[in-house]
């Protein structure tokens, strides 16, 4: 059973809405001001990649698996933002927003997420859900959409109930397998 780990490079869908969680230069116009975060029916956009680290001033050694109930960070590799959210209405739904925050990978403790899922670990082929850590919403989508700039594109946000909105799987990426680590070592992966 392949799990899911830390250093791992990995896309998210949204499996309710098959969307994966996307980020991108664009900032929101309302709420906080910060780069948006949304969810984009593209199989094969760059900004759709998350590189899955520990929480906030801590390290998750590079193939630790990630343990059910872990909080986490979500790094957007192409602007080095992590998934974010706090006490401002998102623009669509008036939900909580989520947004990207922080420069080449640290923010503060708003970024984290812990992961839900049944069993000891967060396993490749299995759901879960993603718990903010200082305001308990689950990272959902409920199918709004944004028109320009960001056409099509579904909003990302919080909400306080369990649905089947906010049931993710990891789908897309580079996974960090424990055995793998020397030779990642030696080998630096680009994307």
């Not at 809405?17 to 709420?31: A, E, F, I, P, Q």
């Not at 698996?65 to 909080?71: A, D, E, F, L, S």
């Not at 718990?131 to 199918?143: A, F, I, M, R, Y």
Request: aromatic letters at 8%.
């Amino acid at each position: 059973m392949a799990v899911v780990t830390c250093g791992s490079v990995v896309k998210l869908l949204n499996t309710r809405h098959n969307v994966r969680l996307h980020s991108h230069d664009v900032r929101y116009g309302s709420g906080s001001g910060q780069q948006s975060v949304t969810g984009v029916t593209s199989v094969d956009d760059s900004n759709s990649y998350w590189r899955i680290r520990g929480k906030t001033a801590t390290v998750c050694e590079r193939g630790t698996p990630i343990k059910c109930g872990q909080p986490i960070r979500l790094t957007h590799i192409n602007t080095g933002r992590n998934l974010h959210s706090h006490h401002f209405t998102s623009p669509l739904s008036g939900n909580q927003e989520v947004s990207a925050f922080g420069e080449e990978g640290e923010g503060d403790y708003l970024d984290d997420w812990t992961v839900l899922c049944n069993g000891p670990y967060w396993v490749r082929d299995g759901e879960v859900r993603f718990k903010h850590s200082s305001t308990d919403v689950l990272l959902s989508v409920t199918g709004e959409q944004y028109g320009r700039p960001i056409s099509g594109q579904k909003e990302v946000h919080g909400m306080a109930q369990p649905s089947q909105n906010n049931y993710w799987k990891a789908m897309e990426g580079i996974f960090m397998k424990p055995s793998e680590l020397l030779r990642a070592e030696a080998h630096h992966v680009e994307l």
